[in-house]
């Protein structure tokens, strides 16, 4: 939301709030849980967005100059007060220069990249699954806003994503994959917006994709692509090039509405799109989009329009497991200053995940595992491996034998854990397969799911609506068709009898009574 929607908003709120036409909302499902208890509008509900950021119960305080941030803290700290809520002073910073807030490095200069959060990137191994490359893709496009082309630049690794991709990793693949991480380090320092002064954008369209750059008073604010899908690959350079001045408007719709912004396009012709007597559909469309925002669209040939003429033509041909290993554990543990005894009872101990020790323990008392390993060493088995340790694995999975309590407590793990949040059977069968396999697995797992009592009261029901009823065909002969349904729980006959099986004719209604027993079904 723009900020001068968000301030009209917050006016007629107030204003309906003050006549008793509206009340603040109490429902639990309306938002999410946070630490700081909000009453009678909240903490810190007039001072957000001023001079005060609150994410849960991070508290970020900014201010222009030295004077003011001495009066904001004071603002807070008395309002933590009164509330009777209190900040830990060891996790407190005050006068800094430069913090550390949410991935960013935040300062005088303008918005940096955390090079903590980046050496995550960079120490990211090439992906082997498409869930593991959508997960990169997740975490370096969450600085998007920071790389220029980064559309284009993962385009390659987009394009395996795509349903019924075959996964393949050429050489492409790993030329953008490289491209990303190295992106990152060279990252720029972004200035932070001034809602009162115009802005400048630079866009430009070709058939690799849309560029723009958002910059005010020389400085860069942010950059921004994307890919074009397959019926704007077919768009003629006039509607390309005014797609993309319609996805700049739409991605940094919270900068230019309400403000004045000056649209910079290498194509001249848009400059009349305004006085132009015949537009098609999709153009008038875009033209209804495009005359919400203060605006002016003026010439700007390619070979001055380089950034953005940059990124719309350049072309290119798990979450992170942290295992400490048992020497660097011993080196910190020699860091430690303790008594003896004490530190040989730390040595002694075996540092091992527990899910997978009792799976290691009963592969070596499970009687289908020893028939797989004497299959094995008969080269009967070649999906099947066998460690120096002993352990079963299947294409790079641990086996896991068949032991209904200890398959129930992975599938708890997996499900009902703190870290997992009662995903779906899907999602927690892709998580599982790629570390356990065992037969059926995908089928105890639905199983599991149809019995989680928390996800039958509280997921929503997915499935289209029933719709009406429809009647059913006229027939032309009898015992064409037929209606059957048994009676049960009856008294049990001397022949042993105890329900009767009911068939009724749909046409003549005429029915039939079979005597069976209890263990006849359908």
Request: glycine content about 4%; proline content about 4%; overall charge positive.
């Given at each position: 939301?723009?900020?001068?929607?968000?301030?009209?908003?917050?006016?007629?709120?107030?204003?309906?709030?003050?006549?008793?036409?509206?009340?603040?909302?109490?429902?639990?499902?309306?938002?999410?849980?946070?630490?700081?208890?909000?009453k009678?509008?909240?903490?810190?509900?007039?001072?957000?967005?001023?001079?005060?950021?609150?994410?849960?119960d991070?508290?970020?305080?900014?201010?222009?100059?030295?004077?003011?941030?001495?009066?904001?803290?004071?603002?807070?700290?008395?309002?933590?007060?009164?509330?009777?809520?209190?900040?830990?002073?060891?996790?407190?910073?005050?006068w800094?220069?430069?913090?550390?807030?949410?991935?960013?490095?935040?300062?005088?200069?303008?918005?940096?990249?955390?090079?903590?959060?980046?050496?995550?990137?960079?120490?990211?191994?090439?992906?082997?699954?498409?869930?593991?490359?959508?997960?990169?893709?997740?975490l370096?496009?969450?600085?998007?806003?920071?790389?220029?082309?980064?559309?284009?630049?993962?385009?390659?690794?987009?394009?395996?994503?795509?349903?019924?991709?075959?996964?393949?990793?050429?050489?492409?693949?790993?030329?953008?994959?490289?491209?990303?991480?190295?992106?990152?380090?060279?990252?720029?320092?972004?200035?932070q917006?001034?809602?009162?002064?115009?802005?400048?954008?630079?866009?430009?369209?070709?058939?690799?994709?849309?560029?723009?750059?958002?910059?005010?008073?020389?400085?860069?604010?942010?950059?921004a692509?994307?890919?074009?899908?397959?019926?704007?690959?077919?768009?003629?350079t006039?509607?390309?090039?005014?797609?993309?001045?319609?996805?700049?408007?739409?991605?940094?719709?919270?900068?230019?509405?309400?403000?004045?912004?000056?649209?910079?396009?290498?194509?001249?012709s848009?400059?009349?799109i305004?006085?132009?007597?015949?537009?098609?559909?999709?153009?008038?469309?875009?033209?209804?989009?495009?005359?919400?925002y203060d605006?002016?669209?003026?010439?700007?040939?390619?070979?001055?329009?380089?950034?953005?003429?940059?990124?719309?033509?350049?072309?290119?041909?798990?979450?992170?497991?942290?295992?400490?290993?048992?020497?660097?554990?011993?080196?910190?543990?020699?860091?430690?200053e303790?008594?003896?005894?004490?530190?040989?009872?730390?040595?002694?101990?075996?540092?091992?995940?527990?899910?997978?020790?009792?799976v290691?323990?009963?592969?070596k008392?499970?009687k289908?595992?020893?028939?797989?390993?004497?299959?094995?060493?008969?080269?009967?088995k070649?999906?099947?491996?066998?460690?120096?340790?002993?352990v079963?694995?299947?294409k790079?999975?641990?086996?896991?034998?068949?032991?209904?309590?200890?398959?129930?407590?992975?599938?708890?793990?997996?499900?009902?854990?703190?870290?997992?949040?009662?995903?779906?059977?899907?999602?927690?069968?892709?998580?599982?397969?790629?570390?356990?396999?065992?037969?059926?697995?995908?089928?105890?797992?639905?199983?599991y799911?149809?019995?989680?009592?928390?996800?039958?009261?509280?997921?929503?029901?997915?499935?289209?609506?029933?719709?009406?009823?429809?009647?059913?065909?006229?027939l032309?002969?009898?015992?064409?068709?037929?209606?059957?349904?048994?009676?049960?729980?009856?008294?049990?006959t001397?022949?042993?009898?105890?329900?009767?099986?009911?068939?009724?004719d749909?046409?003549?209604?005429?029915?039939?009574?079979?005597?069976?027993?209890?263990?006849?079904?359908?």
């Amino acid at each position: 939301m723009a900020p001068d929607e968000l301030k009209e908003l917050k006016i007629q709120l107030q204003e309906q709030l003050d006549k008793g036409f509206i009340r603040p909302s109490s429902s639990p499902w309306g938002c999410p849980a946070l630490f700081v208890e909000k009453k009678d509008q909240g903490v810190f509900m007039n001072e957000l967005d001023k001079f005060v950021v609150v994410f849960i119960d991070d508290i970020l305080v900014y201010s222009k100059n030295e004077e003011e941030h001495e009066e904001h803290l004071r603002t807070v700290l008395t309002r933590l007060r009164e509330h009777q809520l209190y900040a830990n002073f060891s996790k407190c910073a005050f006068w800094l220069r430069e913090v550390s807030f949410l991935g960013h490095i935040l300062s005088e200069k303008g918005v940096a990249v955390d090079p903590s959060k980046v050496e995550d990137v960079l120490n990211w191994k090439q992906p082997e699954t498409i869930t593991e490359i959508r997960s990169f893709l997740g975490l370096a496009g969450y600085y998007r806003r920071f790389t220029k082309d980064f559309s284009k630049t993962a385009k390659p690794m987009t394009s395996l994503t795509k349903k019924n991709a075959k996964y393949l990793w050429d050489p492409k693949c790993e030329e953008a994959f490289t491209s990303l991480k190295k992106s990152l380090t060279s990252a720029p320092v972004l200035a932070q917006p001034d809602g009162t002064k115009p802005f400048d954008v630079y866009c430009d369209a070709s058939g690799n994709g849309l560029g723009c750059v958002l910059m005010q008073e020389g400085r860069v604010i942010a950059y921004a692509s994307g890919q074009l899908r397959k019926h704007e690959a077919n768009y003629a350079t006039h509607d390309l090039e005014l797609a993309a001045v319609v996805h700049t408007l739409k991605i940094w719709r919270h900068y230019l509405l309400g403000n004045t912004c000056h649209i910079y396009t290498d194509h001249k012709s848009l400059k009349y799109i305004f006085t132009q007597p015949e537009l098609n559909m999709r153009q008038r469309r875009w033209l209804e989009l495009i005359k919400d925002y203060d605006l002016e669209i003026h010439y700007h040939p390619g070979k001055a329009n380089v950034v953005a003429d940059a990124l719309s033509r350049r072309a290119h041909c798990n979450v992170l497991e942290v295992r400490p290993t048992a020497r660097v554990i011993c080196c910190e543990m020699n860091e430690i200053e303790l008594p003896t005894e004490q530190l040989v009872e730390l040595y002694s101990l075996i540092i091992e995940p527990t899910l997978r020790g009792q799976v290691i323990a009963a592969q070596k008392r499970d009687k289908g595992v020893a028939h797989i390993r004497e299959g094995i060493d008969k080269e009967k088995k070649p999906c099947f491996t066998l460690d120096d340790q002993g352990v079963l694995w299947f294409k790079g999975r641990l086996v896991v034998p068949k032991d209904m309590q200890l398959r129930k407590k992975i599938l708890d793990e997996a499900h009902t854990s703190m870290f997992t949040m009662h995903p779906g059977s899907n999602k927690m069968y892709q998580d599982l397969k790629q570390k356990f396999w065992w037969t059926r697995m995908k089928r105890e797992i639905a199983k599991y799911m149809s019995e989680c009592d928390v996800c039958q009261r509280v997921k929503a029901d997915h499935l289209k609506p029933a719709g009406m009823l429809q009647p059913l065909a006229l027939l032309v002969w009898k015992w064409e068709d037929i209606h059957m349904d048994f009676i049960v729980g009856l008294p049990r006959t001397q022949k042993g009898y105890d329900s009767i099986w009911v068939i009724i004719d749909r046409f003549t209604k005429s029915a039939h009574f079979i005597p069976v027993k209890n263990r006849y079904n359908a």
